[in-house]
């Protein structure tokens, strides 16, 4: 028993000391709370060499977010942290339970929530960056080129700021449902392709009933009405951050089509912007550290 005891105690003590050699912290905030649940993120913050400056890191992936990816998310962001920027990785309210009209208000809370509390945080509220991969990008197209300005009458004071970022980096986003892969084939109206891709759940929008007392689906024109709505494409403003864009010429899952063309329309509004595009790269590949590097070259650029 003394001999368990004393093993216990070493592991722990190893443990303890690896977190100690780490070149960052890492502590899980609540930024929100919706139907009786937590909405948390990530801070990740170098030990040294701090910026002041912050990077969100969208947790999400089929439009699923999860505490073990953003574990992960946190862990590999040391380009950004060597680099001096303070890390959040947020999580979002999943699909099939949040739709993605719901999971973007999550993360644009989450933009509100961190400007609010910068002071804390040791951040510059007029320096975030945001950056997301395949669904995660998506969001953050959404947060990043939507409407943000704040929410007017609430009582609660974090929406009392904007939800505004300063620059944008994706990786192979989804960016417009209505003209997937090719002009006129409309994503969205087709369930089985919904469903075999495993993302049915988050088109399903619903709203309140008060006469049934419950969640419903929209009718069938209101859901590409939503489609359209939150397909960032379409939100593109000359006013809009500057946007990075990284995307494979292999790309099996989300056709490159859809970066190239988010990136005519900003072009055609004037926004600073750029695609990379990774030759042989797929829907993700093994090594992105040089292209995270290019990534963080924009957030330099760009949040100086």
Not at 39 to 44: A, I
Not at 118 to 140: F, N, R
Not at 168 to 176: C, E, L, M, R, Y
Not at 256 to 278: F, G, M, N, R, Y
């Amino acid at each position: 028993m003394k001999f368990i005891s004393a093993f216990l105690l070493l592991i722990a003590g190893i443990s303890a000391h690896a977190q100690d050699t780490l070149k960052y912290t890492s502590t899980e905030i609540i930024y929100g709370r919706k139907d009786g649940m937590a909405l948390t993120m990530l801070q990740v913050t170098p030990r040294s060499n701090a910026n002041g400056k912050a990077i969100i890191k969208v947790v999400s992936g089929n439009w699923v977010s999860s505490y073990k990816r953003a574990q992960r998310f946190a862990e590999t962001s040391q380009v950004y942290l060597d680099a001096g920027y303070t890390v959040f990785a947020v999580m979002h309210g999943a699909q099939p339970m949040y739709a993605i009209d719901e999971q973007v208000s999550d993360l644009k809370r989450a933009v509100r929530f961190i400007r609010y509390n910068a002071k804390t945080y040791k951040i510059d509220p007029a320096h975030i960056g945001i950056t997301g991969y395949s669904s995660g990008g998506h969001l953050t197209l959404n947060v990043a080129l939507t409407d943000n300005t704040p929410v007017e009458d609430s009582k609660d004071p974090i929406d009392s700021v904007s939800a505004r970022v300063q620059a944008v980096a994706v990786f192979f986003s989804p960016t417009d449902f209505l003209n997937w892969g090719q002009k006129g084939f409309n994503a969205a109206k087709s369930d089985l392709l919904l469903r075999q891709a495993g993302v049915a759940g988050a088109f399903d929008f619903r709203i309140w009933s008060d006469s049934v007392k419950l969640m419903i689906p929209v009718t069938p024109a209101r859901r590409l009405e939503l489609a359209k709505e939150v397909s960032p494409i379409y939100a593109v403003s000359s006013d809009d951050p500057p946007v990075f864009i990284v995307h494979g010429d292999k790309d099996l899952l989300v056709p490159l089509q859809q970066s190239q063309s988010l990136l005519q329309k900003l072009e055609e509004a004037k926004v600073p912007c750029q695609l990379l595009i990774k030759p042989g790269g797929g829907h993700g590949w093994v090594d992105a550290t040089a292209e995270e590097k290019q990534c963080l070259a924009w957030f330099d650029k760009y949040l100086k």
